[in-house]
């Protein structure tokens, strides 16, 4: 398997050794731009290869030098750059616009989206290899390469540095990815500058802080300034802020100055994605041709780093896959399932719920309260089950509450065990035949959590939420026995929040 070769949409599908590596060939890119050796980077003559440029959001840097970079290799583009005059005003989904590229069969697409998670239901869709150009307030990974480029310029390295990162930290795509990245290196130090309402998700604090990575967290940016290797100061996104009161106190976040500058090591580095928001500027712009200001070099790099990514997806050059990457895909499989011994016990006293006298399924030991929805999702009105369901204080443990669910005649599908794990994991399933257990199970939650209705992943930026009209099934992967992470967004939430709009 070449590297990018389905194209590059989340930074976790890359290990640090195929960094690395598209970092070297990137850079023998740049070499052969600069010296205008036309055959070492123009991969693509005669090859009549086409790259699809789709931007639901504005950008100049990005698209720019996306184009540019195909542009060199020798290949063509075609796409848009804004949603207006495409028939994405007329309601369009991400799913048929993404079809048409399919059907023209273009090479590669780069995709800016507004959405958390459209890069990857992108890729799901097409075989062919997708970009994530920025997708909502998630990633950025093709940014975060460029940005490692231009540290690995500057330090030669991309451990042991120290990081601030500053600005928009919650929305900050670019901020989140780089964070991700960095945090694969060893012996890097980082520290998160932002006021708080627009403090690094928790999500990625504790991602990276459990790759070891030290993490210091304030609202004051000149702080530790000393130590720096790196600032990365980020705009304030007012554009994706819910309400002005946000933007009210987002603003407070001040600006790099060239005293702050002076007091920075030889070899410090400061960094922006941009742009600079002129009206609320995150660096002076006394600061532009500073020596240690590297934002206007950052950026040139985009053009011979997404070259280098365009060329591995394209087939135009190989490198092979070195490393394992973070994330791998989880496949659905039956591990939430396991079965009990059975016990025989005789009738309890004083039982104020009649039991299963024939044959049917006693779900027990549910969350509280948790017993509705699921007669509900088990649709037992419309079997016209008959049933018995209530949250109860159990008889041989006074101190425990629980929810029970006693449905008469009724056997569970394996997709129905699979319901009832996700909506309460740890319960248990009784099956009951002439009014004996002769099955019981216990349920964990399930290491992938799909194809069930009504889940939703309470982030409404995700690009599975309902009201987006995407029609992107959910997909939730297992954590730990409380938590799951969204498929789409990486959202973080608890299990008892995937049924949650519903209690
Ligand atoms: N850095 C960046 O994504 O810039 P643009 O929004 O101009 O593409």
């Known amino acids: 398997m070449s590297l990018l070769k389905n194209g590059f949409v989340d930074i976790h599908h890359l290990s640090t050794e195929d960094m690395l590596e598209i970092l070297k060939f990137a850079g023998r890119l740049k070499d052969a731009l600069e010296r205008r050796d036309v055959p070492a980077y123009q991969l693509a003559a005669g090859r009549d290869a086409l790259v699809a440029q789709l931007f639901y959001e504005s950008s100049t840097r990005t698209r720019a030098s996306f184009e540019i970079a195909a542009l060199r290799l020798g290949c063509r583009v075609t796409g848009f750059g804004s949603t207006e005059g495409s028939s994405v005003s007329k309601g369009e989904s991400l799913s048929h616009t993404i079809d048409m590229f399919d059907a023209y069969a273009c090479d590669a697409i780069v995709l800016r989206h507004p959405l958390d998670g459209a890069a990857l239901w992108a890729s799901e869709r097409t075989k062919v290899p997708v970009f994530n150009a920025g997708d909502g307030k998630r990633q950025h ?8 480029f231009t540290i690995l310029e500057r330090h030669g390295r991309l451990d042991n540095l120290t990081v601030v990162f500053s600005g928009d930290l919650k929305y900050g795509r670019t901020t989140h990815t780089l964070a991700l990245a960095l945090s694969q290196f ?16 928790r999500a990625i604090t504790q991602l990276v802080r459990g790759r070891g990575v030290t993490v210091l967290e304030s609202e004051n940016m000149a702080e530790g300034l000393e130590r720096a290797d790196i600032f990365y100061q980020t705009r304030i996104q007012r554009e994706r802020m819910p309400d002005q009161n946000e933007f009210e106190k ?15 090591k030889p070899m410090f580095g400061l960094m922006h994605p941009l ?38 997806a394209m087939g135009l050059a190989e490198l092979p896959v070195s490393g394992r ?40 030991h549910l969350r509280p309260h948790s017993e509705s929805l699921l007669a509900m999702l ?32 009724r056997v569970l599908t394996p997709a129905e065990l699979r319901l009832v ?31 069930l209705d009504h889940v939703m992943c309470p982030n409404t930026g ?3 939420r309902p009201e987006h009209q995407e029609h992107v099934p959910c997909r939730f992967e297992k954590l730990d026995e409380g938590t799951l992470r969204c498929g789409y967004c990486d959202h973080i939430l608890e299990a008892s929040e995937l049924f949650g709009h519903l209690y």
């Open 141 to 148: 990974p093709t940014q975060t390469i460029l940005d490692l």
């Open 186 to 201: 060893p012996g890097n130090t980082f520290h998160f500058c932002a006021p708080s309402v627009l403090a690094m998700p």
């Open 250 to 264: 987002a603003k407070k976040s001040g600006a790099f100055t060239l005293a702050m500058m002076e007091r920075t």
């Open 275 to 312: 742009p600079i928001d002129k009206r609320l500027p995150g660096i002076l712009p006394e600061l532009d041709a500073h020596p240690k200001s590297l934002y206007k070099r950052q950026a040139g790099n985009g053009v011979p780093t997404r070259m280098a990514q365009l060329a591995l």
């Open 325 to 364: 990457p973070v994330h791998q895909a989880v496949e659905p499989g039956d591990d939430f399932v396991s079965r009990l011994e059975i016990t025989p016990k005789p009738p309890r006293e004083g039982v104020s719920i009649r039991p299963i006298r024939d044959r049917g399924v006693v779900i027990d």
């Open 378 to 409: 088990l649709r037992v009105k419309e079997r016209k089950d008959v049933y018995r369901a209530g949250t109860v204080r159990s008889v041989s443990r006074p101190d425990h509450v629980k929810g029970i669910l006693m449905i008469e005649d």
């Open 421 to 451: 794990a996700s909506v309460s994991p740890g319960a248990r399933v009784n099956r009951i035949e002439d009014a004996r257990v002769v099955e019981k199970l216990a349920l964990s939650l399930p290491a992938v959590v799909s194809g």
């Open 462 to 464: 995700c690009i599975t």
